[in-house]
């Protein structure tokens, strides 16, 4: 699948299988739209070709290029003229052309359709620490449904959760690569996607799928504080103190001077244990406080000791029991 939109375009979002393969730059396409606003479409539709034209033989190269069985999909925003002329020109280079109907544009209709569709939830919930998404990753493992929201949106949630992380997407693209995880669930099976809030970094949560996020039963795991320092320690223990020591600055509003600089001057020292435990009693708080805003069932699991494969299965466990007993909605 081509999606001859601009760069920009693409960056800000694309459909996850599309390779960019832009008809103009993000300046000849601006060039393109103000003539359109001052001069009208014949006169853009005659720059656009004057701006097209010397790239047509490069095209049909990058096209051959890239090794299909010269069965294409093209598409652009709405399906216009931008993937009209690239179809015309790959299908005169003897390429199978399909256009996309309606163009990115119907794409990203469906994306938000798509979490309006009926599906069982089951939050996994537990305080910074206790280990949630290596839990998550076991009960997939486990042949249970996950949809990792921090996995998609490069970020763990917190003032550190970006460190040792790619780049995040934006809102739009978050929304894109979710979509088409959660078109493959089973609608006849729970999916478990950790308890997070409205924003994981800069990526929002699909206000559809927030609201059945809030309304869904919640499982919340539980560790002993030390086991949770131990865990965030080995976490973020090779993270580059400069990043930690950034990252525990940007609390200080929420923690306070005196705290953030002990917890700063705990990192300086090596000593980042006694970090976390200063910066945990503030993300407690956040989180029990996020937590009661839900107004729903919440079923503590104490996984004192155990690893995540052993958590997932004690899950699993008590989740068939709720359901046998509907304490889970379907």
Same mark, same amino acid.
């Given at each position: ?42 006169? #853009?539709?005659?720059? +656009?070709? $004057?701006? @097209? !034209?010397?790239? &047509? ?95 998609? #949106?490069?970020?763990? +949630?917190? $003032?550190? @959760? !970006?460190?040792? &992380? ?103 020292? @090596? ?60």
């Amino acid at each position: 699948m081509l999606d001859v939109r601009s760069p920009g375009e693409y960056a800000q979002g694309h459909i996850p299988s599309a390779v960019s393969f832009p008809l103009f730059s993000d300046d000849e396409r601006s060039q393109v739209g103000t003539c359109y606003k001052r001069q009208g479409r014949d006169a #853009a539709v005659e720059l +656009g070709l $004057s701006l @097209g !034209s010397p790239k &047509l033989l490069e095209f049909v190269k990058s096209a051959k290029a890239l090794g299909t069985d010269r069965h294409l999909r093209v598409h652009c925003w709405r399906g216009g003229m931008r993937s009209s002329s690239m179809g015309w020109l790959l299908e005169t280079a003897g390429f199978q052309v399909t256009l996309l109907t309606g163009g990115y544009k119907a794409f990203r209709h469906w994306v938000l359709a798509t979490f309006e569709h009926p599906q069982s939830i089951v939050i996994l919930g537990g305080m910074t620490g206790t280990g949630k998404t290596a839990v998550l990753t076991a009960l997939a493992a486990q042949d249970a449904q996950i949809l990792d929201l921090e996995r998609w #949106a490069n970020h763990r +949630g917190s $003032s550190y @959760g !970006s460190l040792g &992380l790619p780049p995040q997407p934006s809102t739009e693209h978050f929304e894109n690569e979710i979509a088409l995880q959660w078109r493959h669930l089973n609608p006849q099976q729970p999916v478990w996607i950790e308890a997070e809030s409205r924003r994981i970094g800069v990526c929002r949560v699909p206000q559809a799928l927030f609201q059945r996020m809030m309304a869904a039963t919640v499982l919340e795991i539980q560790r002993p504080r030390s086991e949770r320092i131990a865990l965030l320690e080995k976490e973020y223990g090779t993270a580059n103190p400069a990043d930690l020591i950034a990252a525990t600055d940007r609390l200080r509003k929420h923690l306070g001077g005196l705290r953030t600089q002990e917890a700063i001057d705990h990192i300086h020292q @090596g000593n980042l244990a006694a970090a976390i435990d200063l910066v945990l009693d503030y993300y407690d708080k956040t989180y029990r406080y996020d937590l009661e805003k839900r107004h729903v069932s919440i079923h503590t699991v104490n996984i004192a000791g155990l690893d995540p494969a052993q958590s997932a299965a004690l899950l699993l466990e008590k989740t068939q029991r709720m359901l046998e007993k509907c304490w889970i909605p379907s």
